[in-house]
């Protein structure tokens, strides 16, 4: 697997650093509420972009019916191909060699933000598809190609300064392109 290089990891921080959106109206408190608010777990969203599959047709399905979920996007990734206690595990290992300076050999990293609210975490050496839908003649079209040895980026929250939150967003990053998939149900949306 390959290493993440220091200027690497640099030029990504730098990449994925952005600033926390401002409340609409700054200078008024959130209104109060009786209810405590509910917690998701830190790996639900992360679960709509796995398949436990190790066939990339599979995963290539998986990714085409969350379009049916949203129907404004454009691309939807999947992760396939390991376990979802590694996967899990290696983004807790991500965090706590940042805050423990390196205790677990794994192809993983992860930098915090400057205000300690979010992580950036980067997963390597992985298998996903990506599945893209673009319009032609007003109907929508869609590929599904598949990665190897492939990064994904996930951005969490970061709860009480430095432990893991839940994942917010995951994007697709960059890896050895293998195959398009080819699709046997492709959506009617």
Do not use: C
């Amino acid at each position: 697997m390959a290493a993440v290089s220091l200027l690497e990891m640099l030029l990504l921080r730098r990449a994925l650093a952005r600033p926390a959106p401002a409340p609409a109206d700054a200078d008024e408190p959130a209104p109060p509420t009786d209810q405590e608010p509910a917690v998701a777990n830190e790996f639900e969203f992360l679960d709509k972009h796995y398949d436990p599959t190790d066939l990339p047709e599979i995963a290539a399905q998986t990714a085409l019916e969350r379009f049916g979920n949203y129907p404004n996007a454009r691309t939807s990734t999947v992760i396939f191909g390991v376990a979802w206690q590694a996967l899990t595990e290696s983004i807790q290992h991500a965090v706590l060699n940042y805050n423990n300076g390196g205790i677990y050999d794994a192809p993983v990293a992860a930098v915090l933000s400057e205000d300690a609210n979010q992580w950036q975490i980067i997963l390597t050496g992985l298998r996903f598809v990506n599945a893209t839908r673009t319009m032609v003649g007003g109907r929508p079209q869609y590929t599904v190609s598949e990665y190897s040895n492939g990064s994904i980026f996930l951005t969490a929250q970061a709860l009480g300064g430095q432990a893991l939150g839940e994942i917010v967003h995951l994007g697709n990053g960059f890896g050895d392109w293998v195959q398009d998939v080819e699709l046997k149900n492709p959506p009617t949306y």
